[in-house]
């Protein structure tokens, strides 16, 4: 609905804001008040006045008219709706305070979430590493004890014997590497990442936070690797196991060879 609107009324022509209902403009078609010597000529110069004022009226309405940004909206209230927030503001620089406040989250937001992410992935990878590692140590131990008992004498029938409590102990080994490995990705998601970014919480923060991760997980990743590499405590028990059980002969040779 446009702004204004011409009206006849007795004695003149006048133009109504359709917003307030009242008068903003009048021309008289009243003898001796009007423009014309006849009440038509009056008239019509009454009318021809109101409809030049009616179009000089878009460009005036478009200069005092108020530029909303994109995605906020005048309510009939007096308030402003922003969309990106959902919320109703008195004033636009209370929603363009609001509004750079919500980005700024936003934003945070979403940079704590990869970093959460990376914190998670330096975990599995830790994981992943330990169950190669395991796999091949398994691998190296039951090579070198298959060698050892059919080069002094056994049969593969011990060899078999002995795979299942060899596998059962690598397994445990696991477990326990795959579980300190949770543990302290939990412990780097505590430390690291804040439970609720307020308005105290910014990009600095953040950044330090992430260097301080990236320093203690690269130290994390060696020691976690040395411990790998280390021989694993079920080994010398394994051995002990297998020499007495495989004789004096065989005992001396696993132990010479293996220890």
Same mark, same amino acid.
Request: net charge negative; charged share 25%.
């Given at each position: 609905?446009?702004?204004?609107?011409? !009206?006849?009324?007795?004695?003149?022509?006048?133009?109504?804001?359709?917003?307030? #209902?009242?008068?903003?403009?009048?021309?008289?078609?009243?003898?001796?008040?009007?423009?014309?010597?006849?009440?038509?000529?009056?008239?019509?110069?009454? +009318?021809?006045?109101?409809?030049?004022?009616?179009?000089?009226?878009?460009?005036?309405?478009?200069?005092?008219?108020?530029?909303?940004?994109?995605?906020?909206?005048?309510?009939? =209230? /007096?308030?402003?709706? =922003?969309?990106?927030? /959902?919320?109703?503001?008195?004033?636009?620089?209370?929603?363009?305070?609001?509004?750079?406040?919500?980005?700024?989250?936003?934003?945070?937001? %979403?940079?704590?979430?990869?970093? %959460? /992410?990376?914190? *998670?992935?330096?975990?599995?990878?830790?994981?992943?590493?330990?169950?190669?590692? =395991?796999?091949?140590?398994? #691998? $190296? +131990?039951?090579?070198?004890?298959?060698?050892?008992? @059919?080069?002094?004498?056994?049969?593969? !029938?011990?060899?078999?014997?002995?795979?299942?409590?060899? $596998?059962? =102990?690598?397994?445990?080994?696991?477990?326990?590497?795959?579980?300190?490995?949770?543990?302290?990705?939990? %412990?780097?998601?505590? $430390?690291?990442?804040?439970?609720?970014? /307020? !308005?105290?919480?910014?990009?600095?923060?953040?950044?330090?936070?992430?260097?301080?991760?990236?320093?203690?997980?690269?130290?994390?990743? !060696?020691?976690?690797?040395? *411990?790998?590499?280390?021989?694993?405590? &079920? &080994? %010398?028990?394994?051995?002990?196991?297998?020499? $007495? #059980?495989? #004789?004096?002969?065989?005992?001396?040779? @696993?132990?010479?060879? @293996?220890?």
């Amino acid at each position: 609905m446009k702004r204004y609107r011409i !009206a006849k009324r007795s004695g003149s022509v006048v133009i109504i804001d359709n917003k307030t #209902g009242q008068t903003v403009k009048s021309w008289s078609t009243k003898r001796f008040e009007g423009e014309g010597m006849t009440q038509d000529r009056r008239d019509a110069n009454a +009318l021809r006045h109101a409809e030049d004022w009616m179009r000089s009226q878009p460009a005036v309405e478009a200069k005092e008219a108020e530029i909303l940004p994109e995605g906020v909206t005048k309510l009939d =209230s /007096g308030n402003y709706q =922003s969309t990106k927030t /959902g919320r109703n503001y008195s004033t636009l620089d209370e929603l363009n305070t609001a509004e750079t406040e919500f980005d700024r989250v936003a934003g945070l937001e %979403e940079n704590v979430e990869e970093f %959460e /992410g990376r914190i *998670t992935e330096a975990g599995k990878l830790r994981e992943e590493l330990a169950a190669n590692k =395991s796999a091949r140590q398994q #691998g $190296q +131990l039951m090579s070198q004890l298959q060698r050892s008992i @059919l080069g002094t004498g056994g049969d593969q !029938a011990q060899v078999e014997a002995i795979v299942p409590q060899i $596998q059962e =102990s690598g397994q445990r080994s696991l477990v326990d590497y795959i579980t300190g490995s949770k543990a302290k990705t939990q %412990e780097q998601l505590a $430390q690291f990442i804040p439970g609720q970014i /307020g !308005a105290e919480y910014n990009q600095q923060q953040l950044s330090d936070a992430m260097r301080k991760f990236l320093t203690s997980e690269e130290t994390d990743r !060696a020691q976690f690797q040395a *411990t790998l590499d280390a021989q694993p405590e &079920w &080994w %010398e028990q394994a051995l002990g196991q297998f020499a $007495q #059980g495989a #004789g004096a002969g065989l005992g001396t040779y @696993l132990t010479g060879r @293996l220890g």
